[in-house]
């Protein structure tokens, strides 16, 4: 493993290689004496809540302590993991401008309720490494010209010809432009004015972004999520997507962290077409555990409002995984928008753009991306989920079932789940919230109040208590089949338009039946002699409208 560590160091930083791996001794050495050894490993039950620390509002209490509060009452047993987006203190983004990486944001309280958190559940921390704010220590000290922050971040001049390579994910200026102590300074700038990248050039950065993801290990995180790395590196002549460089970094994070934390889990987050995103198991044992299944989530909607499953089925066929010890995170909604880039190469621009309609249709707005000609493309779609999926005019229980389908492929297709707290608790589209602010993406970020919330899901004939009910149950079912084992086996088949999936994990075995037609369908002889686990009765071969069994 080390001298893994140390090619990768070479190729990063040539000739100052030995400096550099002294300086990772003395972390490692710091940390191995402050991390608890931990015998977490992904299983069946693991199943993750996506939430912001603040989601859930309660007098006199922290957004944590509410956090724990809710999390304990109304999913204990259903859900056993948590993915706190982050806690930290910051200027915008809602949270993903870090301006200190160590300290608890003090709104949503402190360190001790994080701790508190991870008694009752596996905590999934943000690693927020490719910007930093621009009212962090960090770039303050770049901007005076401290030395210990020089070279901390990547200056270039915005008339270079080789900038227009470079791949961006939004239509905000790659470069803005700072006083530098006194000086005209154009630094580099991927999502905002606000989030600074960080020059990974500089070994320092390296060094201190190790301390950071050892630091969050230490304070309890059992998942580490890595926010959008494919731009750390920066190459003018290259698109600066996906470098190589990028690669060695996560490769050489993995490694150390291996060595002094090895049962933590590493996650991707690239929000790109597939097989660019896939790239970041490396070869299955040396990059990400899990990464995040950017396809599934417009790639369901599309399939349940073409009611047609061969694109999905085929797609599905071709999710294969590098090792045993890799697997896919599944969601359907985050706190993100709905992203369509992933879907580039499986269904056409056009469709791509019907979906987007979809949204709009639906109460939702679209967000576009630049492209190298000129031209704007759909980059995400701003809109709740189950508002994309079902037409808020229709009644309730024809939007649960048709929002449930898709919930049910989620939850049951090979991998770990991770569900946005809005879907678990059936909300809608918050359109004040996205045009007050003036952010599209607030449309799904809504805080939701805990006394309104305990009122909704005391109302059995309640939007949200219907899903609500609906969701837990099903997730609650899933913890107790072995056969959903992240790194179980699956099989993808389509009869009569039944999206029907297979896990496997030793003698057990699961047939998960979806119908995404209108209509009534046969699924044939896969219903013999099997019971449905989440009705517990016999199943017979038709499958009405929109229906899902899981048989056994």
């Not at 000290?141 to 200056?155: A, I, M, Q, S, T």
């Not at 803005?176 to 960080?198: A, C």
């Not at 608790?425 to 007050?436: K, L, R, T, W």
């Amino acid at each position: 493993m080390m001298k893994e560590i140390k090619e990768n160091i070479k190729f990063l930083y040539p000739n100052r290689e030995e400096v550099i791996l002294s300086e990772i001794d003395k972390i490692v050495s710091h940390y191995r004496s402050v991390i608890s050894k931990s015998d977490f490993e992904l299983k069946e039950d693991d199943i993750v809540l996506i939430a912001y620390a603040d989601s859930f509002k309660d007098k006199n209490e922290t957004g944590l302590q509410t956090l724990n509060k809710v999390c304990s009452k109304y999913l204990k047993g259903s859900i056993n993991s948590i993915h706190i987006l982050p806690f930290y203190p910051f200027t915008s983004d809602d949270g993903f401008s870090v301006i200190d990486y160590k300290k608890v944001n003090p709104e949503f309280g402190d360190w001790n309720d994080v701790k508190d958190l991870a008694k009752s559940f596996y905590l999934m921390f943000d690693a927020v490494i490719n910007h930093i704010s621009k009212s962090s220590d960090w770039f303050h000290g770049y901007l005076k010209e401290d030395p210990n922050f020089e070279n901390f971040f990547v200056e270039e001049d915005p008339n270079d010809p080789e900038l227009h390579k470079v791949v961006r994910p939004r239509t905000m200026p790659l470069l803005h432009k700072y006083n530098k102590n006194g000086k005209d300074s154009f630094v580099w700038t991927t999502f905002s004015e606000d989030q600074i990248d960080l020059n990974y050039k500089n070994p320092e950065v390296f060094l201190r972004v190790l301390d950071v993801l050892l630091f969050y290990i230490s304070q309890g995180a059992k998942l580490i999520r890595l926010d959008a790395i494919a731009f750390m590196w920066k190459t003018l002549g290259t698109d600066c997507i996906h470098l190589e460089e990028t690669h060695r970094i996560i490769q050489t994070y993995r490694k150390i962290i291996d060595l002094v934390a090895p049962q933590t889990v590493i996650i991707s987050e690239t929000n790109v077409p597939h097989q660019e995103n896939i790239s970041y198991f490396g070869n299955g044992f040396n990059e990400a555990h899990m990464v995040y299944n950017f396809s599934l989530p417009p790639l369901l909607a599309y399939s349940l409002h073409n009611e047609n499953i061969d694109v999905l089925t085929n797609w599905a066929k071709s999710l294969l995984l590098p090792s045993e010890k890799t697997c896919f995170f599944n969601f359907t909604a985050s706190h993100d928008g709905i992203g369509v880039r992933p879907l580039q190469g499986i269904i056409e621009k056009n469709e791509i753009n019907g979906l987007a309609q979809k949204a709009e249709e639906h109460g939702g707005f679209v967000s576009y991306k630049s492209n190298p000609d000129g031209t704007k493309s759909p980059y995400e779609l701003n809109c709740n989920y189950m508002d994309l999926l079902t037409n808020p005019n229709e009644s309730d229980d024809i939007r649960v079932q048709r929002f449930m389908l898709t919930q049910s492929v989620m939850i049951c297709m090979p991998g770990v789940p991770g569900v946005y707290y809005h879907s678990v608790f059936g909300s809608e589209n918050d359109v004040n919230g996205a045009v007050e602010s003036g952010i599209s993406r607030r449309i799904n970020r809504e805080k939701l109040n805990y006394s309104d919330l305990k009122e909704r899901l005391a109302d059995s004939e309640s939007l949200s208590a219907k899903i609500f009910d609906s969701y837990t149950n099903m997730l609650t079912i899933r913890s107790a089949e072995k056969a959903f084992n992240p790194m179980g086996k699956a099989k993808f088949s389509n009869v009569d338009g039944v999206f029907i999936i297979e896990r496997t994990l030793g003698d057990d075995t699961l047939y998960c039946l979806h119908n995404f037609s209108g209509e009534e369908k046969n699924a044939g002889e896969v219903t013999d002699g099997r019971t449905d686990v989440i009705s517990g009765k016999k199943s017979n071969t038709i499958l009405k409208p929109f229906e899902f069994r899981w048989l056994k």
